[in-house]
């Protein structure tokens, strides 16, 4: 099977069509979405709408919390909480019914799935480091783990002498952000796993930035979020 790992698409349309082309390219089985679908960005239930019509398997991240219950952003920068708010208002019923079920971890295919760790999911923990996988690994059994919530891409193996994904290691990946990239590399950001043979591919492509910088501007929405896209931190 071959599955499609996206997370942290925080309302970029243009990059999430972008990356949908890609993935259809790919001819992937199916789309697993990690979560912080919204936030940041000008296009919440447009980006929302679009996830949920290809994929069964959506995460809840933090910012999507925060977005059907401001009191969960309090902890956000300023940015991060002005967008929260505009996404308050902006959210369709419907969505922000939706967002309330969804789960922060998933187990589906023989690997463990979860927006931030699986080291108490539902914490927001962020994994920028060896060490910090390092204590993750007693949280999941299943060969892989995927993450994202930190923007960063990365593959953190339990044996720190293996680089690459091979089958009979255990690892923890996180696939990046579709939508805010934070490696200063402004390309959005996703994995795709084949999980026989196994095999972990991230992918890196362009988009129609400028359109997406401009809806923010557009929506009043701090102009900083909009300006961050260029620089992909």
Known sequence: MRIAVISDIHA????????????????????????????????????????????????????????????????????????????????????????????????????????????????????????????NFPFFSSPICFIGHSHTPGVYCEDPAVAEVVPGKRYLINVGSIGQPRDNDPRLSFGIVDTEPLHYENIRAEYDVDTAAEKIIKAGLPRALAVRLYDGR
């Open 12 to 135: 970029n349309l243009e990059a999430l069509q972008a990356a949908l082309r890609i993935i259809s390219e790919h001819k992937a089985d199916e789309i697993v979405c990690l979560g912080d679908t919204l936030g940041y960005g000008a296009s919440p239930n447009e980006c929302l709408d679009l996830v949920r019509s290809v994929s069964r398997h959506i995460l809840l991240g933090n910012h999507d919390e925060a977005a059907t219950d401001l009191s969960k952003s309090e902890y956000f920068n300023r940015y991060a909480r002005a967008a929260a708010e505009w996404t308050y208002k902006q959210l369709t019923p419907e969505n922000a019914e939706f967002i309330k079920g969804l789960p922060s971890s998933l187990e589906h295919a023989g690997l463990s799935f979860a927006h931030s760790s699986p080291f108490e999911p539902e914490e927001w923990h962020y994994v920028v480091s060896e060490d910090d996988a390092r204590l």
